[in-house]
T-cell receptor, first 115, second 114 residues
Framework: NAGVTQTPKFQVLKTGQSMTLQCAQD?????MYWYRQDPGMGLRLIYYSASEGTTDKGEVPNGYNVSRLNKREFSLRLESAAPSQTSVYFC??????????????FGDGTRLSIL | LAKTTQPISMDSYEGQEVNITCSHNNIATNDYITWYQQFPSQGPRFIIQ???TKVTNEVASLFIPADRKSSTLSLPRVSLSDTAVYYCLVGDIGLTDSWGKLQFGAGTQVVVTP
């Protein structure tokens, strides 16, 4: 009953370091998403993958890259971390079958601090 | 993409019914209305989704008037554990190119007190 699993749960980086956030889902969903959430704000979409093998930019893609490794896994990479990227990062997935019922299932987040 | 407007915060007492109204004046014909709940230190959780009239599940009810320009999430007899942020989203979730465009606003912070 894992759903969406994110690793790590917490991370502290220094400015300029690189890091990859991992996300895996076990629901056989086609679509996966990466969001960031800053204090007191809603979620903002960074990148999404509508299906295995495709990725697209969301609202705030600058400074990030993603890889849809396979149907289960969608990773988010920070090549050169900046303090402005301090945030809570959420991964989500949805069935993506085009049947009109597409609720997203979220992981519990990765809390990332960049000093 | 339909923009949504909802109150920033609402306070309630245990046992009361809480109604959160979301305005979406430019909702499109194919758009669905979806509500999520988020507790501190957790990801959002899907609550309910609807297209028109009324939808009810074990957690909440969603009322959508005929013109669909607003919707109301109703939480019956709230408890302390219903304290959370509630998000209203509107979009055509049946289209591939819309999946990445659903936007979470700041949501409504609901605080339930004894």
């Amino acid at each position: 009953n894992a759903g969406v699993t994110q690793t790590p749960k917490f991370q502290v980086l220094k400015t300029g370091q690189s890091m990859t956030l991992q996300c895996a889902q076990d629901m056989n969903h086609n679509s996966m998403y990466w969001y960031r959430q800053d204090p007191g704000m809603g979620l903002r979409l960074i990148y999404y993958s509508a299906s295995e093998g495709t990725t697209d930019k969301g609202e705030v893609p600058n400074g990030y890259n993603v890889s849809r490794l396979n149907k289960r896994e969608f990773s988010l990479r920070l090549e050169s971390a900046a303090p402005s990227q301090t945030s809570v990062y959420f991964c989500a997935s949805s069935p993506g079958t085009g049947n009109g019922n597409q609720p997203q299932h979220f992981g519990d987040g990765t809390r990332l601090s960049i000093l | 993409l339909a923009k949504t407007t909802q109150p920033i915060s609402m306070d309630s007492y245990e046992g009361q019914e809480v109604n959160i109204t979301c305005s979406h004046n430019n909702i499109a014909t194919n758009d669905y209305i979806t509500w999520y709940q988020q507790f501190p230190s957790q990801g959002p959780r899907f609550i309910i989704q609807g297209y028109k009239t009324k939808v009810t599940n074990e957690v909440a009810s969603l009322f959508i008037p005929a013109d669909r320009k607003s919707s109301t999430l109703s939480l019956p007899r709230v408890s302390l554990s219903d304290t959370a942020v509630y998000y209203c989203l509107v979009g055509d979730i049946g289209l591939t190119d819309s999946w990445g465009k659903l936007q979470f606003g700041a949501g409504t912070q609901v605080v339930v007190t004894p």
